[in-house]
């Protein structure tokens, strides 16, 4: 019999990058509700500002950065561990989206996408992986990838390579800091139903948005269908998984 909550996030002290919408938003619901508390990083302080009101419990941060600035993210890990204590885990949920066939990509197109997609969470990792910022127990780290960095797509080769770069890093990661006991995993969504994706939406035609649900056999995702799956891997429930990468994609890759 089951006496606890196995998914329970008591006390663990989370980032969360990209918090001010969509799937890091979401994230930040979740992991609250599930008794975490949550240091919020992204560019919006006004939306940061809301989210941290709207949580249930008290106990949580927000900081305003461009993740391009990494710069900058040491002083934030720096400050709210001294605040809330150390740090049990990280979601990486900040991301740029980019549709660009490859004629026309430039170098600054592929820094600028791989600077947000895969170097930023690289580097929150390289910080908070710190003895002096990280969880004497040790920790679990989980970053936001793409089924696109998993099949591909035209005209997405920037996107595409910089979430492959993700997934591929996620595995070093995970070898790397087994031994300070750090989970490392990625998630491979398809299309969630966010911002960005209303974007996307606004710029095509009906008949190309009947072809990208046909090509979900469950329909497109919600944000707290990711945000569940990374409260998994953050929990101890998840204590086994490291350098996995979960896809959650409502069918997409099996057609």
Partial sequence: MITMNPFSLQDKNIIITGASQGIGKQCAIICSELGANVILLARNTERLSAVCNSLKTANHLYFSIDMIQCDQLEPIIQKAVQTVG??????????????????????????????????????????????????????????????????????????????????????????????????????????????????????????????????????LGKPEDVAYACAFLLSDSSRWMTGSNLVLDGGYSAR
């Fill in 86 to 219: 150390k740090i049990t885990g990280i979601i990486h949920s900040a991301g740029v989206e980019m549709t660009l066939p490859l004629r026309s990509m430039k170098v600054e197109h592929y820094q600028n996408v791989y600077a947000v997609n895969s170097i930023a969470g690289f580097e929150l990792a390289r910080i908070v992986s710190k003895t002096k910022y990280l969880n004497d127990e040790g920790g679990s780290f989980v970053f936001i990838a793409s089924i696109m960095g998993v099949l591909g797509q035209m005209g997405k080769v920037g996107y595409c390579s910089s979430k492959g770069a993700l997934i591929a890093g996620v595995r070093a990661m995970a070898l790397e800091l087994a031994a300070k006991k750090v989970r490392v995993n990625s998630i491979s969504p398809a299309l969630v139903e966010t911002e960005m994706a209303h974007k996307i939406f606004e710029g095509i035609s009906d008949e190309a948005k009947a072809a990208i649900l046909k090509m979900h056999p469950l329909g």
